[in-house]
């Protein structure tokens, strides 16, 4: 575990020098919000591999009974939440379905860093955890830009929602 810093260091360098498309994205869970960079190589002209690194911000509601059998809510718990993920997209088709829309498959690995404040605000405390997330979607390209909008599975210890949906807006070298 004393070595992912470094690994998180390499991929941001590497990624930020040799990927071909670069964009920002947002997506939504459940239970938060997540913002990105992602970082695409273009394997062939139906692979690509993605890497992507951004937070997540949790905001748990939970329901909480008391002795005498009453719900009531419990107060929320908020957290920021690091992430960084390696992933391989599958274009499904080698031409555009429907004008410039090409449905895609996509996976990805990484990781999840809950980030803990000490008590004194000086000192701060990452804990990691492992994810992965399986999703379908659409990808859709113009002259200088490439869009992409997926709906997913993703599992993770540290963020409460399954099922998520990005949107990634790239912009070509």
Do not use: C
Not at 3 to 10: F, V
Not at 121 to 141: A, H, I, Q, R
Not at 142 to 147: L, M
Request: aromatic share 12%; proline share 2%.
């Amino acid at each position: 575990m004393k070595y992912i810093k470094h690994i998180i260091n390499l991929i941001l360098i590497t990624n930020i020098l040799l990927a071909l498309n670069h964009g920002f994205g947002i997506g939504l869970t459940d239970s938060g919000r997540n913002i990105y960079y992602e970082a695409g190589f273009q394997i062939s002209t139906t692979d690509e591999v993605v890497v992507n690194t951004g937070f997540h911000f949790e905001k748990s509601l939970s329901l909480s009974m008391d002795i005498f059998g009453n719900l009531y809510k419990s107060p929320d718990t908020k957290s920021t939440i690091s992430n960084v993920k390696v992933g391989y997209i599958k274009k499904l088709f080698n031409s555009s379905l429907v004008g410039t829309f090409r449905p895609i498959v996509m996976a990805q690995i990484g990781f999840d860093g809950l980030i803990n404040q000490q008590s004194n605000l000086t000192k701060t405390k990452v804990e990691w955890f492992p994810n992965y997330m399986l999703s379908m979607g659409f990808e859709f390209d113009s002259n200088k830009t490439k869009n992409r909008i997926v709906f997913g599975y993703m599992n993770s210890d540290v963020i409460t929602g399954d099922i998520i949906m990005n949107i990634t807006l790239f912009w070509k070298k």
